[in-house]
């Protein structure tokens, strides 16, 4: 069975062909690549949002960013006339139910209300207020103040965003660091309050402590206190006893930076289950430990480089020696993993399935592999550095300057197109970046409609950019 | 009638304190005129005067600015954009013909309305506004967003676009002098564009930098990594001296302890002489005059600025004293100074204004003569916030209190309490933040040019 996040476009598009899409525009369901934006890409970068109302898209020439906004997979688009570098504005918790004339210039961070004809340049609306992060939720947006000037101690929630006639006030001196568990918001304030706001109600109550950082579980408080800004205790609190346990100490030496870049989350971090906490220290010569939830020291690796974090509760990590186990919290056993990684050798981002793992090894041969013991599975070869799956049997990847779907049981291999430098899967299909490098032949954006992996067409016999 | 005393005017705060009717009535005014009384808290005041009306950018105690707009000497002023810093943009010679309505915000050109908060919309989508140069034939505009040079446009018609000129489309560099444009283009040429005929010369190819002053061109060819010629040309007749040679080894690297100069080849102030700070510091500087003559420009330490009338201002290494050098000099003159040399972690109290050298320390302000007297106690006790009013007279925030310190009695005039900030302009009109929420005099204040400050 494919990932759930990898077959996410196609779950999503079968969810909004069920809504809204029983007859898709025709153009979205062509089987023949289609050029949406023409331009010579200066940098092997792009985006394209859509949503219910249409589709925006900012990409790269030498000049600077062109904002382009388009029907449904990119139809027809128009230029906007901003010079900004545009994305829709992301405040409802779907993003198809975005406004897509609300827009965020991911240059400034500043929201802008777009023309989608074209024809008036963008207003700057909210300009004392921040987009880039700007946090969904069921009962609205939550909003910081603009950083320009240091206005980060602000934070709004927006029922009805952009209606600041309705916004509620969360903090004033918001710290920058929040987490949602339902209703309840979490979140610290520079003077070291880790404050609790039903975004319900409104009521607030504080948490005891002078709180640094924090990350929460529907049971219990993982947090750093606020003493020092080198060395600070860490702390675990049952939320439902408002017992503490004191962990071990935050050396911001150490932990600041990731032990490995695949697993980038704080040196000290719940694991997936939330029944663990570890740390990872950032030099390999300090050990790497685990904790239960009454604060005791659970056995785990001291020694190595951790991969990934399954879902289940698995923890790939590299050893000393090179050979990589499957390990868990709390259990002394580590068996090895069934395929030899090269620690020292670059490989893609592993993939988590939960009980099992996907990667590339070698010259592009993707496994799949089961963590609770078993045969690893060749699922392809000649697979890139990106990859989604359609569905259970096929593949999309783009494998050097090739996209390609791949027809798993079989292993037959599909071009469909050549010249790609990057692309962005979305539930209508794919689009992607072309470059010849030859003064412009098909240079640009194209889409190519997802009714075109399955079955995989034969695409490129006599069609014009197809090599 | 407004009162002169701001306690009176005070009352006279709500929200905005005058209405537009009272403009002249405010410029003419012969005190303090309450302008604005905010609900919130300001700390920072910014005033620019622009085709009759004047903006302020207001900041909060917690960072984010806010610009509002008035009419002459502020009268009225009403929020034009929450949240960002809108000055005009400045498009003309003189800042005071700049057309309020037309601002930049993250680098880009925006139309504002001025009234009731509306939101500020592009215009010029395709230009930026980081490098606005103001020239006798219109504003000189960067347009595109292009990795390591620019499209440089002439718009007579700013903020229309209309009639604008591509100048060049590739340029990594630009100076003005009148209407005369040098810019480097993407193959290193150097370029003068006459901007009232549109006509454009290649100078010099292979090009590395250059400067300008009104009269002559100083640049640095680049033969190849290792040898490049320093030369200079005088603009009137064509003629170029060879000055030396650009060496890595010596002038390679320079931001390192030579202070806040931050290129070894540059012109003094006013363009009398061309100097050369070597970054090694076993190597003495130089200096030429503008007919290539070599002159002595003997270094102790690390020269930190230049002075309008040539002198080079600098710290020698180990004990921290200040010393000046003019080119020519047999040997730079130690000042009464001692201070550390300015840095990110530990900016040093020292202000090298145009003509001299004032030195804050501890709360007291000194002249330090160039001669190498003694250093001279202006003002004691004076706030970081400070401006001459005349040549006797100090204006300060000290503790919160607007003074004037008389610097040849030391006498001490309070004006106003708890003031946060003060903008004063160039023709001598002085605004002032009063923070104190909750009284009647919170807020900003506004003080004609030729209005005396009445003592608390």
């Known amino acids: ?467 | 009638m407004l009162a002169a005393r701001p306690t009176l005017l005070a009352l006279l705060g709500i929200i905005t304190a005058c209405e537009p009717d009272d403009r002249a009535a405010i410029c003419a005014s012969a005190g303090p005129v309450h302008l604005l009384a905010p609900a919130d808290s300001y700390v920072d005041v910014l005033a620019r005067p622009a085709a009759g009306r004047t903006v302020f950018v207001l900041e909060h105690a917690d960072g984010p600015v806010d610009t509002w707009s008035g009419l002459d000497c502020g009268a009225a002023p009403t929020l034009a954009v929450r949240g960002a810093r809108a000055l005009p943009a400045a498009a003309q010679l003189d800042e005071r013909d700049d057309d309020p309505h037309t601002t930049c915000i993250d680098g880009h050109f925006f139309h504002l309305t001025l009234r009731d908060a509306q939101p500020p919309t592009i215009v010029l989508p395709d230009h930026t506004c980081g490098r606005l140069t103001p020239t006798p034939s219109g504003p000189v505009v960067v347009g595109g967003d292009v990795i390591g040079a620019d499209q440089l446009w002439l718009l007579p018609q700013f903020p229309a676009p209309d009639g604008g000129v591509q100048i060049a489309a590739r340029a990594n560099r630009f100076e003005v002098q009148g209407e005369m444009l040098y810019y480097l283009d993407d193959d290193r040429g150097l370029h003068a564009h006459d901007l009232a005929s549109g006509n454009d010369t290649l100078l010099r190819a292979s090009v590395d930098m250059f400067q300008t002053t009104a009269t002559h061109l100083l640049w640095q060819e680049r033969v190849d990594g290792d040898v490049r010629p320093i030369r200079l040309i005088d603009l009137a007749s064509g003629a170029e001296i060879d000055l030396g040679v650009f060496d890595p080894e010596v002038d390679g690297s320079f931001i390192d302890g030579r202070g806040g100069l931050t290129t070894p080849w540059l012109f003094t102030i006013p363009g009398a002489h061309v100097l050369h700070f070597p970054r090694a510091w076993a190597v003495d500087g130089e200096a030429f005059d503008l007919d290539g003559r070599r002159l002595a420009l003997p270094l102790p330490g690390s020269p930190l600025d230049l002075l309008d009338g040539g002198a080079v201002v600098g710290v020698r290494p180990g004990d921290d004293r200040l010393f000046a050098v003019r080119p020519g000099d047999a040997e730079a003159t130690l000042l009464d100074a001692v201070v550390a040399p300015p840095s990110n972690d530990d900016p040093a109290p020292l202000r090298i204004d145009a003509d001299g050298v004032n030195l804050y320390l501890d709360g007291d302000l000194l002249d330090v003569p160039l001669d190498g007297g003694p250093a001279r106690l202006l003002a004691a006790q004076v706030g970081e916030k400070r401006v001459w009013l005349d040549d006797r007279r100090l204006l300060t925030i000290f503790e919160g209190t607007l003074l004037t310190v008389d610097g040849a009695t030391g006498r001490r005039t309070a004006h106003a309490g708890h003031v946060a900030d003060f903008a004063r302009l160039d023709d001598g009109a002085l605004y002032y933040l009063v923070d104190q929420p909750g009284d009647p005099a919170h807020g900003l204040w506004y003080v004609p040019a030729d209005a005396p400050l009445p003592a608390l």
């Open chain 1, 1 to 467: 069975m494919p990932s759930p996040r990898v077959a996410l476009p196609l779950a999503l598009a079968g969810t909004l062909c069920a809504a809204a899409c029983a007859e898709p525009p025709p153009f979205c369901t062509r089987t023949r690549p289609v050029q949406v934006v023409a331009f010579t890409p200066y940098y092997a970068d792009f985006s394209v949002a859509p949503t219910a109302a249409g589709t925006l898209l900012t990409v790269y020439p030498r000049d600077g960013a062109e904002g382009y906004f388009g029907r449904a997979c990119g139809e027809d688009p128009l230029r906007l006339p901003s010079g900004l570098r545009l994305a829709p504005a992301r405040v409802e918790l779907d993003p198809r139910d975005d406004d897509p004339t609300l827009a965020c210039d991911l240059a400034s961070s500043r929201f802008y209300r777009i023309d989608p004809t074209g024809e008036t340049t963008p207003q700057l609306v909210l300009p004392h207020l921040q987009c880039h992060d700007a946090v969904p939720t069921p009962r609205g947006v939550l909003v910081r103040g603009h950083r320009s000037g240091g206005a980060v101690g602000l934070l709004l929630l927006f029922p009805d965003f952009p209606d600041e006639s309705t916004a509620r006030t969360v903090s004033r001196d918001f710290a920058g660091r929040l987490e949602r568990r339902d209703d309840d918001l979490y979140y610290t304030e520079r003077s070291g309050a880790l404050q609790v706001r039903d975004l319900a109600t409104g009521a607030r109550r504080r948490l005891p402590g002078r709180v640094a950082d924090f990350a929460v579980t529907a049971t219990h408080l993982l947090w750093r206190e606020q003493v020092d800004a080198d060395v600070a205790p860490m702390r675990l609190r049952d939320l439902a006893t408002g017992a503490d346990r004191y962990l071990g100490l935050h050396h911001v030496d150490a932990d600041a930076s990731p032990r490995h870049w695949q697993v980038p989350a704080p040196a000290w971090h719940f694991d997936p289950t939330g029944e663990f906490v570890l740390h990872y220290p950032g030099p390999l010569d300090q050990p790497m430990t685990a904790y239960d939830l009454s604060g005791a020291q659970v056995p785990f690796p001291a020694w190595g480089l951790p991969l990934v974090e399954d879902p289940d509760g698995a923890v790939l990590v590299t050893l000393d020696g090179g050979a990589v186990v499957v390990a868990r919290p709390g259990r002394a056993d580590a068996p090895p993993l069934a395929v030899a990684l090269d620690p020292n050798a670059f490989f893609s981002p592993i993939t988590a399935l939960g009980g099992a793992v996907e990667l590339v090894l070698g010259e592009g041969d993707l496994y799949r592999v089961p963590l609770a013991g078993g045969a690893p599975k060749l699922l392809a070869r000649g697979v890139g550095s990106q990859r989604f799956w359609v569905d259970e049997r096929h593949l999309v990847t783009l494998d050097g300057d090739e996209l390609a779907t791949i027809h798993t049981p079989t292993g037959s291999r599909t071009q469909l197109a050549r010249r790609v430098m990057a692309m962005r899967p979305t539930p209508d299909g794919v689009y992607y970046l072309r470059y010849s490098g030859e003064a412009g032949r098909g240079d640009g954006v194209w889409f190519l409609s997802a009714t075109a992996f399955i079955p995989p067409p034969i695409l490129c016999h006599g069609e014009e950019f197809c090599d």
